[in-house]
């Protein structure tokens, strides 16, 4: 569990650099995914998450995303997320356990899973690599490389950009280790209307279980 919240929540300082030739066409094209994100008033995703171990085995798991403004509700493998800017509930769901804890202004960005959208300002090389046709729709692909190698548990990131979209496709992480995870996105709704609600732990609504305040 922590290995996957911890892949999701790395997309929160994942950003970009100089490297290499066409940098000029990724940055181009991640400045045109984030600027229309940030356009959004909320945005609600479906996902899919995939691990492919080095022998070649795929474990699969779908999750959702919410989002408005720094507010997020993350479902992953069995476990919620709810982010209301100020405090963080962790809701294993098989344990009727929560864990609440405060949103370190310092860290906020870090344990946003919703930056997964607009992973562009620092902490990462990139080049663009291509452009092609994959799953019926017209996508760039652009590659993400931690400038500090050493201390990162990933040695690339790949990105598929929907290119009529300007929405981010699919994230795929090359561990050094010889796993990979993809998170592709299903479904992408915007500028609905989501009650804040929706991003806090309701006690009331899940009777028994067990808080743990860290606060």
């Not at 946003?112 to 729709?137: C, H, S, W």
């Not at 993400?144 to 990131?157: A, F, H």
């Not at 981010?168 to 709704?189: P, S």
């Not at 989501?194 to 009331?204: E, L, M, R």
Request: proline share 2%.
């Amino acid at each position: 569990m922590k290995k996957v919240i911890s892949l999701l929540s790395v997309l929160a300082i994942c950003s970009v650099a100089v490297f290499g030739q066409n940098t000029k066409n990724a940055k181009e094209i991640l400045d045109k995914v984030s600027q229309k994100t940030k356009s959004y008033s909320s945005i609600n995703i479906s996902y899919s998450l995939v691990h492919t171990s080095p022998d070649g085995k795929n474990d699969k798991a779908n999750g959702t995303l919410l989002m408005k403004g720094n507010k997020y509700q993350l479902s992953v493998l069995d476990n919620i997320l709810y982010c209301d800017g100020k405090n963080l509930w962790t809701y294993m769901v098989d344990e009727k356990e929560v864990v609440v804890s405060t949103v370190d202004n310092g860290d906020s960005d870090m344990m946003n899973p919703a930056k997964v959208l607009t992973m562009y300002e620092k902490g990462f090389k990139y080049k663009f690599i291509q452009d092609r046709f994959e799953a019926n729709r017209a996508i760039y692909v652009i590659d993400l490389y931690p400038e500090d190698i050493d201390n990162s548990e990933y040695s690339k990131v790949r990105l598929s950009i929907d290119k009529d979209k300007s929405q981010l496709w699919k994230a795929e992480y090359f561990a050094k280790d010889g796993n990979k995870y993809t998170i592709t996105v299903n479904t992408f709704k915007v500028n609905e209307q989501i009650p804040d609600a929706s991003f806090t732990f309701d006690k009331a609504k899940n009777p028994g279980v067990k808080i743990i305040d860290e606060r």
